[in-house]
């Protein structure tokens, strides 16, 4: 039996999707995700996120499991690959349907669209509001399919405007919802919103630490959290890194990638010294290793505003 010592341990993970090679953004959401359990003697997850359709690269993962690697970070047990866990998901959404919670929905995104620009419908922080046109309509994927030809995704009802949550570094957050949304995709697949949910449950991941683009969809993973009856962790939502235009770190800022750095010669810890400056870990840039910010670390003087990553001075 597990002791109550072990049970209290914090878990915490780190979720990339490997949609390319790590930047200076992810290094330093993964890097803060990492020191805030390992500060408290708590374990760390490693679970690559390989579900994410067109955008993801068949070579990345092994890229990224190196990158983290290159920058100190390591992780407990086995690394969990969302494509192997299909069925859980499946079984998540089963579950949804049967509790009358997720209902089959053959409209297109377009057809979303274009019912939002009408008259008293509207638009949400993600693009249209889901009007509700297939709320009650059929009794299930098949059925959906018999009377329409269509293959269905899974929308979860939503009945309330907000879900109100207290981030543990963003504050008290009002959680507006917007609308029904997409739990399973029309191909079968899991949505982000119900996989990462599953997978973080499934872990008893108890500290979700990630960057603030996230925000707005954490409501949608509470509900989904209460429906599934699970254990919420801790969020922890931190600025992003952008660019000099203030718009999110990419390719067009300039190459922030570590491989970038590492085949200049720039080393891990000249990285790391940047990152942990920029994050008010340490008032200077100078060298340091990840394990060396264990510490003394804490999120106090972690800037409230985006920080640059274009600016680095790295090489
Ligand atoms: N896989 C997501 C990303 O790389 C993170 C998801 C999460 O932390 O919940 O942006």
Same mark, same amino acid.
């Given at each position: 039996?597990?002791?109550?010592?072990?049970?209290?341990?914090?878990?915490?993970?780190?979720?990339?999707?490997?949609?390319?090679?790590?930047?200076?953004?992810? =290094?330093?959401? $993964?890097?803060?995700?990492?020191?805030? #359990?390992?500060?408290?003697?708590?374990?760390?997850?490693?679970?690559?996120?390989? @579900?994410?359709?067109?955008?993801?690269?068949?070579?990345?993962? =092994?890229?990224?499991?190196?990158?983290?690697?290159?920058?100190?970070?390591?992780?407990?047990?086995?690394? %969990?690959?969302?494509?192997?866990?299909?069925?859980?998901?499946?079984?998540?959404?089963?579950?949804?349907?049967?509790?009358?919670?997720?209902?089959?929905?053959?409209?297109?995104?377009?057809?979303?669209?274009?019912?939002?620009? =009408?008259?008293?419908?509207?638009?949400?922080?993600?693009?249209?509001?889901?009007?509700?046109?297939?709320?009650?309509?059929?009794?299930? @994927?098949?059925?959906?399919?018999?009377?329409?030809?269509?293959?269905?995704?899974?929308?979860?009802? &939503?009945?309330?405007?907000? &879900?109100?949550?207290?981030?543990?570094?963003?504050?008290?957050?009002?959680?507006? @919802?917007?609308?029904? $949304? &997409? @739990?399973?995709?029309?191909?079968?697949?899991?949505?982000?919103?119900?996989?990462?949910?599953?997978?973080? /449950?499934?872990?008893? #991941?108890?500290?979700? *630490?990630?960057?603030?683009?996230?925000?707005?969809?954490?409501?949608?993973?509470?509900?989904?959290?209460?429906?599934?009856?699970?254990? %919420?962790?801790?969020?922890? !939502? %931190?600025?992003?890194v952008t660019g000099g235009?203030?718009?999110? *770190?990419?390719?067009? !800022?300039?190459?922030?990638?570590?491989?970038?750095?590492?085949?200049?010669? #720039?080393?891990?810890?000249?990285?790391?010294?940047?990152?942990?400056?920029?994050?008010?870990?340490?008032?200077?840039?100078?060298?340091?290793?990840?394990?060396?910010?264990? /510490?003394?670390?804490?999120?106090?003087?972690?800037?409230?505003?985006?920080i640059r990553g274009d600016d680095?001075? *790295?090489?």
């Amino acid at each position: 039996m597990a002791s109550p010592r072990a049970a209290a341990q914090v878990q915490g993970r780190l979720a990339p999707s490997p949609t390319g090679a790590l930047h200076l953004g992810n =290094a330093r959401t $993964f890097l803060l995700a990492w020191l805030s #359990v390992r500060a408290r003697g708590g374990a760390v997850r490693l679970r690559i996120e390989d @579900i994410d359709g067109p955008r993801v690269k068949a070579d990345a993962a =092994a890229g990224v499991v190196e990158d983290l690697r290159w920058l100190g970070l390591d992780w407990d047990g086995e690394i %969990v690959v969302q494509s192997q866990r299909l069925p859980s998901y499946a079984k998540a959404a089963a579950r949804l349907i049967e509790l009358g919670i997720a209902y089959p929905c053959v409209c297109t995104r377009k057809e979303v669209e274009e019912a939002a620009s =009408a008259p008293h419908e509207g638009m949400g922080p993600d693009g249209a509001i889901y009007p509700g046109t297939c709320r009650g309509r059929f009794d299930s @994927i098949e059925d959906a399919r018999a009377q329409t030809g269509r293959d269905a995704s899974l929308r979860f009802r &939503v009945e309330v405007a907000n &879900v109100a949550f207290d981030d543990g570094f963003a504050g008290p957050q009002a959680g507006a @919802i917007a609308g029904d $949304f &997409v @739990i399973q995709k029309r191909d079968g697949g899991p949505a982000y919103q119900l996989a990462v949910v599953v997978d973080d /449950a499934a872990a008893q #991941v108890s500290e979700v *630490l990630r960057a603030d683009d996230l925000l707005p969809s954490t409501p949608r993973q509470l509900l989904l959290y209460r429906a599934l009856g699970l254990t %919420v962790p801790r969020f922890l !939502h %931190v600025p992003l890194v952008t660019g000099g235009d203030g718009l999110r *770190l990419a390719k067009r !800022h300039g190459d922030t990638s570590l491989r970038h750095f590492r085949e200049r010669g #720039v080393a891990a810890a000249a990285v790391v010294g940047f990152l942990a400056k920029a994050s008010g870990l340490r008032a200077s840039g100078a060298p340091c290793m990840a394990r060396e910010l264990v /510490a003394d670390f804490s999120l106090v003087h972690l800037p409230r505003t985006p920080i640059r990553g274009d600016d680095h001075g *790295l090489c």
